[in-house]
């Protein structure tokens, strides 16, 4: 076509050539001839081919983005909560789980899981006076958790509900007395763990 | 001199002309890589936030369909006792359905009627143990409290329930009540 118009330039075909302008224009850089003609249809389409492929990424890493954020928030939360959990069980274990003959040791389990001003709150006395307390009426406590829940959990607080049940032997009492309790457990994130600052029993 | 250069630019060109006609193919074929790539990534990061807010929304529905549904299993009146266990029995699913119905037809009516009892559950706190699409297990702390016509005195019990909250459809329904 190009060619038999280069070759007989008639009146009609002249304004032809000019409607087709903008077209032989870009083609003019290119090599002459169907070679060049095939090569600016295909830089055309692999135009085309660039712009959809680059809006696609960049529509894709967005997409990436918000997911991948809201994941990650998602999952801290949750192992977060699973860490209150399983923080709050352990030491409602620990709290029942006091034998005169290793108090010490069991009230030390006790203070490094709770926050400083833990053990005056809820024994009413200090560690050693608690210890002296213990290994003097013979205390002896077993607990078993019967079941534990996320109450609520976010990031530095959290309250999980606890069913402990703990048979407490001592000096008066050897043959022990059963406590069914139902326990609110506070707890707070400090820097890598979650300590406990409270636990109160749920009437 | 001149033509020696013009021959080198025409060289130049072509040689240019040549590459430049892979290199698009090749740099799109790349792109095309990193875009399928991109694409398994984000649909797989979209299933995973799918997941997640799937489990967010069973936790909170369940949790609130247990504190109620424990109130209508645990509350009766011997007055209206047969309609209060068949609003119960509503509440539940599988195994549990079937255990609470020889419990309510041989147990529970008779001695409601027998005894006057009329009781009332009320939910303290409630707390979830773990939960996942389709079942989520709850602790609930519940106060009972009783009446019947042999005393005049109300009998309060401090119970703690495990609940297992099965999703059947759009319901969440209790499959399992375990005192704990």
Redesign the interface.
């Known amino acids: 076509m190009a060619d038999s118009r280069d070759t007989v330039p008639s009146g009609t075909e002249e304004s032809t050539a000019a409607g087709d302008q903008p077209g032989e224009t870009t083609a003019t850089p290119?090599?002459p001839g169907v070679a060049g003609v095939v090569?600016a249809v295909?830089?055309r389409r692999?135009l085309a081919?660039?712009v959809g492929?680059?809006g696609?990424?960049l529509v894709?890493?967005a997409?990436?983005v918000f997911?991948?954020v809201?994941?990650l928030q998602?999952?801290t939360q949750?192992v977060r909560r699973e860490m209150a959990l399983q923080t709050a069980r352990q030491f409602a274990l620990d709290l029942t789980t006091i034998n005169y003959q290793t108090a010490e040791q069991d009230v030390q389990q006790v203070i490094n899981g709770s926050t400083e001003q833990f053990p005056a709150e809820f024994f009413g006395v200090n560690g050693p006076e608690f210890v002296a307390f213990v290994r003097q009426l013979q205390l002896e406590s077993t607990g078993e958790v019967?079941?534990?829940?996320?109450?609520r959990a976010d990031v530095t607080s959290a309250r999980?509900?606890v069913?402990v049940r703990a048979t407490v032997r001592d000096s008066n009492t050897p043959e022990g007395t059963p406590f069914?309790y139902?326990w609110?457990v506070e707890l707070v994130w400090t820097s890598d763990k979650w300590l406990v600052s409270k636990v109160e029993l749920?009437? | 001199m001149s033509a020696s250069w013009t021959a080198a630019r025409d060289l130049t060109v072509q040689a240019g002309g040549y590459s430049d006609a892979r290199r698009p193919t090749r740099a799109l074929l790349a792109l095309g890589v990193v875009a399928v790539v991109l694409g398994i990534a984000v649909g797989a990061l979209g299933w995973l936030d799918h997941r997640d807010s799937q489990v967010e929304t069973a936790r909170q529905a369940a949790l609130q369909t247990a504190r109620e549904q424990v109130v209508t299993v645990l509350s009766y009146d011997f007055g209206t006792i047969d309609q209060d266990l068949q609003r119960a029995r509503a509440a539940l699913t599988g195994e549990y359905l079937a255990e609470f119905t020889i419990q309510a037809n041989y147990i529970i009516a008779p001695a409601a009627r027998e005894q006057q009892i009329t009781t009332t559950a009320n939910v303290i706190a409630a707390a979830v143990v773990r939960a996942d699409p389709a079942q989520v297990v709850v602790l609930l702390f519940v106060t009972q409290r009783t009446q019947n016509s042999q005393s005049d005195a109300v009998r309060l019990a401090a119970h703690r329930i495990q609940l297992t909250m099965a999703r059947v459809g759009d319901r969440w329904l209790i499959s399992e009540l375990d005192r704990v």
């Open positions: 290119a090599p090569s295909r830089s692999n081919v660039l492929l680059t696609a990424v894709l890493i997409l990436g997911f991948g809201r994941v998602t999952d949750e019967t079941s534990a829940g996320v109450e999980v509900l069913a069914n139902r609110g749920v009437l």
